[in-house]
C-alpha cells in the first residue's frame, strides 16, 4: 500500500474469532502533524467513540484495538473491531421498496435514531452504508452503527435532529412512514417533524446531485 490510497477494510480469523481491520487513508504531510499534536487520529476517534456507544448501549460492533504508526507525524493508522454477521445494511431499504417488512424496520430504525439523540450523540456519517442491519426474528431487528470517526455529542432540537437524517437519502414516502413513530417519540407533530425531515433530505440531495452534474460537465 501507498500513501494516498483510501480506507482499506479487511477480515481476518484467529482461531474461534473473527475481526474486521480498517486501515485508515494515510494522510498528507499536514495531517501527519495534525493528527500528532493537535486532533486525534480517525483510528482512535473510532476506537474512543465505539466504547462510548458501547457504554450507553448502543449497538457498534465491539470495539477492539487501534494502532497508529508515527514517523515524521502519524504515517499509518488502524481500527479494529469484532465481525458481525449482518443480513443487510440501510441502503438495501433505499434500493428496494418491496424489502420484506420494509415499513417495520424503518419505525424500528427511527426509534433507534431517536435513542440516539436522546443520548446526545450526532452521527455526522448517518448515511445508507454505516448501519448494518441483523435479524434477530421475523419481526424484530438490531442496528449496528460503524464508521464511527465523526460523531459529537451534544444536546439536539427537534430541526437539528432531522437535519441528521439528511445523509439517508430517504424517499417522500420513507420520510412519510419515519416521521410520525419519530413525533410521537419526541412529542413534536407529525406535519412539522415530516415537514423538517423533507427539507434537510431534499436540500442535501439537491446538492449531492448538483455536484455530480458539475462533474460531468468538467470530463
Known amino acids: 500500500m501507498v500513501n ?18 480498517k486501515r485508515f487513508k494515510n494522510p498528507n504531510f499536514i495531517q501527519r502533524w495534525v493528527y500528532q499534536f493537535l486532533r ?20 457498534t460492533p465491539a470495539p477492539v484495538m487501534y494502532l497508529e504508526n508515527f514517523s ?3 504515517k499509518e493508522s488502524y481500527y479494529v473491531s469484532a465481525y458481525i454477521e449482518y443480513d443487510f445494511d440501510f441502503r438495501t431499504l433505499i434500493h428496494n421498496p418491496k424489502w420484506p417488512n420494509r415499513k ?3 419505525e424500528q430504525f427511527t426509534r433507534y435514531t431517536f435513542l440516539l439523540h436522546e ?22 431487528y ?12 451534544q444536546e439536539l432540537n427537534l430541526q437539528q435532529r432531522m437535519k441528521n437524517f439528511r445523509r439517508l437519502w430517504l424517499s417522500k414516502g420513507m420520510i412519510q412512514q419515519m416521521a410520525p413513530v419519530y413525533a410521537k ?4 407533530t407529525v406535519e412539522e417533524t415530516q415537514r423538517w425531515m423533507l427539507h434537510y433530505s431534499r436540500k442535501f440531495q439537491k446538492k449531492v446531485n448538483s455536484k455530480k452534474l458539475r462533474r460531468r460537465k468538467l470530463k
Open 4 to 21: 494516498g490510497q483510501r480506507n482499506v477494510i479487511k477480515k481476518f480469523e484467529d482461531g474461534d474469532e473473527v475481526f474486521t481491520v
Open 40 to 59: 486525534k487520529s480517525k483510528a482512535k476517534r473510532s476506537y474512543e467513540y465505539a466504547n462510548i456507544l458501547k457504554d450507553k448501549a448502543i449497538k
Open 72 to 74: 515524521g507525524g502519524l
Open 104 to 106: 417495520e424496520i424503518l
Open 119 to 140: 443520548h446526545n450523540i450526532r452521527f455526522l456519517d448517518h448515511s445508507p452504508g454505516n448501519t448494518l442491519v441483523v435479524t434477530t426474528n421475523n419481526i424484530t
Open 142 to 153: 438490531d442496528f449496528y452503527l460503524i464508521d464511527l470517526n465523526r460523531m459529537r455529542f
Open 185 to 188: 417519540l419526541y412529542g413534536s
